[in-house]
């Protein structure tokens, strides 16, 4: 029997002080509040608490007003997996655009961009950016959520995401440790697997992270995968191989370990939540994501007992949770601090850009930007404030035309071939080319085709275009049968179809004009558009 020196009451604190979880609403419920009384040092968003920037920058206040130091999180990667922008799509591309872009100082511009926006609604921390080599092409659940296949790429844009989205006054999440990109299964179903060697693994896997790591990454996130080549019984989430030998000790990481969300099928159908929550603070976890799908006053107490219990039965060292609560405080005060240096360097940005003989237009500037000089240097092509998303999703495009391509003239008809979105994507969150080419071509329609039979899907399609020019928009076409078979057809019968793609391109272009965004962000719809319209 483990003893109690430091009492029941601390004990307590600091077990809820380890928990991230979630709740419903746009306002905080009173149970949450009363939590956050009692001990409770974090909270995570998610897109069902935001219906707007000036709604979270109440909602955070109406936390900071119970505890001022909580730790408010969000699952904001950009691209594809956005909840600041959940309603609309995203303002900024995601990763897998700016692997494609590969300019460095453009991905740091980005998330130091999308980090102000945060700052700006009282988030500080980002459950991001994704450091996974997609090694895999068909990988369900990552894909355009990673940089891309190539681990230097990987690497350095890491650490640029890291740097930037930090100088904005965010912590960095950076995840899935120790690697979720080869993976065929995702990990909100099951227990993925990667049957690969050490040395691939630390030489493809780990190299992003030890990147992250060197640039200051205040968390990492663990990843729900069984991993044997490092811990043959237990997910790395689970596995104090993993997170305290190889993170830890090997890696000498000494920031906050934060796990995926429990309530994944991959931990919660094998161990259950509260024996889950117990093992990843016992090999290492110093807080426990949960929240995406359970959200209650209910959850958060069964966590709590269960960390509780297991100190007073010896099965959790007092020292090992009393040790992760310390790291939860010691990231909050690092936010606080980093939130202060930020505001003082736009601060002084904005009284240099005062002072300077250009003041007047570089003070209009800022003011119809809505934002300041970063302070991290824009390379030649690059934007800066409100803009950069756009530049960058701009950039981001891979164009392929055929010689007998006609420009666009006329509103076309958009089919939109929609696959199921996985669950760190939603289906909640807009995407496509129809809105914009809609604004740049009024009287442009669309219709979404599901899957099923890609011939039926094309010819429904087809038939709904009448005698308009097609733009088929697809997303993962290597990974859908149905699809390709449905682009056969379209292409068979109407050769000038224009394609877009917002997956990973891995299929081979065709279509009188292709278009491969690398992301489904509006940012990369809007760029799309653009090309299509001849803009």
């Not at 949450?32 to 040092?41: D, I, Q, T, Y």
């Not at 959940?86 to 511009?109: I, Q």
């Not at 230097?152 to 650490?159: E, I, N, Q, S």
């Not at 960095?172 to 049957?195: E, Q």
Request: aromatic share 4%.
């Amino acid at each position: 029997m483990t003893t109690l020196a430091s009492g029941s009451a601390t004990l307590t604190r600091d077990a809820l002080t380890v928990l991230q979880p979630g709740f419903t609403g746009t306002s905080a419920p009173d149970w949450l509040l009363r939590r956050l009384g009692e001990g409770l040092a974090s909270v995570g968003l998610f897109g069902r608490n935001i219906a707007s920037p000036t709604q979270v920058g109440r909602l955070t206040a109406q936390l900071r007003a119970e505890r001022d130091d909580v730790l408010v999180a969000i699952d904001e990667e950009g691209g594809d997996v956005t909840r600041l922008e959940v309603r609309t799509g995203s303002s900024f591309p995601g990763n897998h655009a700016l692997g494609a872009v590969d300019d460095v100082t453009l991905t740091r511009e980005v998330a130091f961009e999308l980090g102000r926006r945060l700052a700006e609604c009282g988030v500080n921390l980002n459950w991001a950016p994704s450091a996974d080599v997609n090694s895999n092409p068909g990988n369900p659940v990552i894909g355009v959520r990673s940089f891309g296949a190539d681990t230097d790429l990987v690497a350095r844009h890491t650490a640029a995401y890291v740097t930037g989205l930090q100088a904005a006054g965010v912590a960095a999440c950076t995840k899935h440790f120790p690697g979720h990109g080869d993976t065929a299964v995702d990990s909100h179903h099951a227990l993925p697997r990667i049957d690969v060697d050490g040395s691939v693994l630390h030489a493809r896997e780990l190299a992003p992270f030890r990147a992250a790591i060197a640039a200051g990454s205040r968390a990492v996130m663990s990843a729900h995968i069984l991993v044997p080549a490092l811990d043959p019984d237990r997910p790395a989430t689970l596995s104090r191989r993993i997170l305290t030998g190889l993170l830890r000790e090997e890696l000498g990481y000494q920031g906050l370990i934060v796990t995926d969300g429990m309530e994944m099928q991959a931990i919660a159908g094998t161990y259950g939540i509260e024996r889950g929550s117990v093992l990843a603070i016992a090999a290492g976890a110093d807080a426990i994501c949960v929240g995406g799908g359970l959200a209650d006053d209910e959850t958060v107490r069964r966590l709590r007992d269960a960390l509780v219990s297991a100190v007073r039965s010896g099965e959790l060292a007092e020292e090992r949770l009393a040790d992760a609560a310390e790291r939860v405080r010691a990231l909050a005060r690092w936010t606080a601090a980093a939130s202060a240096s930020a505001q003082a360097s736009a601060s002084a940005s904005v009284a240099v850009s005062a002072s300077t003989p250009d003041a007047a237009s570089a003070s209009a500037s800022a003011s119809a930007s809505g934002g300041v000089s970063t302070g991290l240097g824009a390379g030649a092509g690059t934007g800066a404030g409100h803009d950069v998303g756009l530049v960058a999703a701009r950039r981001a495009l891979t164009v392929t035309r055929s010689e007998a391509y006609e420009p666009v003239g006329e509103p076309p008809y958009v089919a939109a071939l929609t696959p199921v979105a996985n669950i760190a994507v939603g289906d909640e969150t807009p995407w496509g080319v129809a809105a914009e080419l809609a604004r740049l071509l009024p009287g442009t329609e669309t219709g979404s085709f599901a899957g099923g039979d890609g011939e039926d899907a094309a010819v429904a399609a087809l038939t709904a275009a009448g005698d308009r020019r097609i733009v088929a928009v697809v997303r993962d076409e290597h990974r859908h049968a149905w699809m390709a078979s449905a682009l056969d057809t379209l292409l068979a019968a109407r050769p000038d179809t224009i394609v877009v793609e917002m997956g990973v391109p891995q299929a081979t272009p065709r279509g009188a004009l292709h278009i491969a965004t690398h992301g489904a962000a509006r940012v990369c719809g809007r760029a799309a558009a653009e090309i299509i319209a001849g803009h």
